[in-house]
């Protein structure tokens, strides 16, 4: 079983920055994406950004792409998200994810992912 562990959201201005990071336990995660998504009250869970476990490719949102940066460290089995230059449309809980074994290479998309952390709160004030 694939635990998925998230922290460092909180409250930060805008134009700040916040590191969240995703602690994974339970295997190895090989070829499988690791994803961040968002969502914020009464809007759908959206995707934020990913990385491919093992080559380390990455791919981002449109909104967030040139502010945020998604890392791994395989050594402590994390997935970082480094979200800067904040804005208050930023705001929501942030989810961790990670694929399984009916991965399809759609990293995007919510369904593609197996396992789901507990979700930390990120507020962007204006």
């Known amino acids: 079983q694939v635990q998925l562990v998230e922290s460092g959201g909180g409250l930060v201005q805008a134009g700040g920055s916040l590191r969240l990071s995703c602690a994974a336990s339970?295997?190895?995660?090989?070829?499988?994406?690791m994803g961040w998504f968002r969502q914020a009250p009464g809007k759908e869970r959206e995707f934020v950004a990913a990385?491919?476990?093992?080559?380390?490719?990455?791919y981002y949102a449109d909104s967030v792409k040139g502010r945020f940066i998604i890392s791994r460290d395989n050594a402590k089995n994390t997935v970082y998200l480094q979200m800067n230059s904040l804005k208050p449309e930023d705001t929501a809980v942030y989810y961790c994810?990670?694929?399984?074994?009916?991965?399809?290479?759609?990293?995007?998309?919510?369904?593609?992912?197996?396992?789901w952390g507990q979700g930390t709160q990120v507020t962007v004030s204006s």
């Open positions: 994810a990670a694929t399984g074994r009916n991965y399809r290479g759609n990293y995007y998309r919510v369904p593609e992912y197996d396992y």
């Open positions: 339970g295997r190895t995660f090989g070829n499988y994406a």
């Open positions: 990385i491919i476990w093992s080559s380390g490719s990455t």
